[in-house]
């Protein structure tokens, strides 16, 4: 049983359609995480939380937003979504005793 | 600032051949190192981890040794199976500062055939 749900596994939209992808965790970890992979593979962090009501921008520039007003709750945003935004999308928790624990990930086309 | 590199793949290995995959970092200070690997379709799960120099990690037949020396963290098995097939991620992750972040290497590809 998954401890870190990642909503819709698939998601095929149209250029300019605001989107959010859900991410939740049962496991009351403070820090959380979105990578966005590419299909060559590279994964790359684009937010990250280290609790409610902190978010912080990652190594990779990204036109998406995030809150955490929850613990368990970190949603990725879309205002307006294009094609270069197709990518699969990553959630993951960390506990520093358990370490990093990933969603499913949600595969992500914009035509 | 931190880096991994692994070797490029894909790589393409017969049922029960023996398996080495390597990934080399750079860190400032004493990062843990992890291999974690995605199956078709799915997320990533950890496969194994280290935390200290001299360190082994070991799972499901997998092993990688924490080498400071070489700054190095190969994965290896010695008898691959075809369920085996999957990408194969080395990261590090820095225990300085509160950030914990994770840096990926770019994944192997890892094709095992009857």
């Known amino acids: 049983e998954a401890d870190i749900y990642q909503t819709p596994r698939y998601l095929v939209i149209g250029t300019g359609k605001k989107i959010t992808l859900e991410c939740s965790q049962t496991m009351g970890h403070d820090k959380m995480y979105w990578y966005q992979q590419d299909p060559g593979m590279e994964l790359h962090l684009i937010h990250y939380?280290?609790?409610?009501?902190?978010?912080e921008k990652g190594d990779l520039s990204s036109e998406s937003t995030v809150s955490r007003i929850r613990t368990e709750h970190f949603p990725l945003t879309l205002e307006s979504a294009r094609p270069s935004h197709t990518s699969q999308y990553l959630c993951?928790?960390?506990?520093?005793?358990?370490?990093?624990?990933f969603g499913s990930g949600t595969r992500l086309t914009v035509v | 600032g931190n880096s991994v590199t692994q070797m490029e793949g894909p790589v393409t290995l017969s049922e029960e051949a023996f398996l080495t995959i390597n990934c080399t970092y750079t860190a400032t200070g004493y990062p843990s190192l992890f291999w974690y690997v995605q199956y078709p379709g799915e997320g990533l799960q950890l496969l194994l981890k280290a935390t200290k120099a001299d360190d082994k990690g070991s799972n499901k037949g997998f092993e990688a040794t924490y080498r400071k020396e070489t700054t190095s963290f190969h994965l290896e098995k010695g008898s691959v199976q075809v369920s085996d097939s999957a990408v194969y991620f080395c990261a590090l992750r820095s225990n300085t500062g509160t950030a914990s972040k994770l840096t990926f290497g770019t994944g192997t590809r890892l094709q095992v055939t009857l």
């Open positions: 993951a928790t960390n506990d520093r005793g358990h370490g990093y624990t």
């Open positions: 939380s280290y609790g409610v009501n902190s978010t």
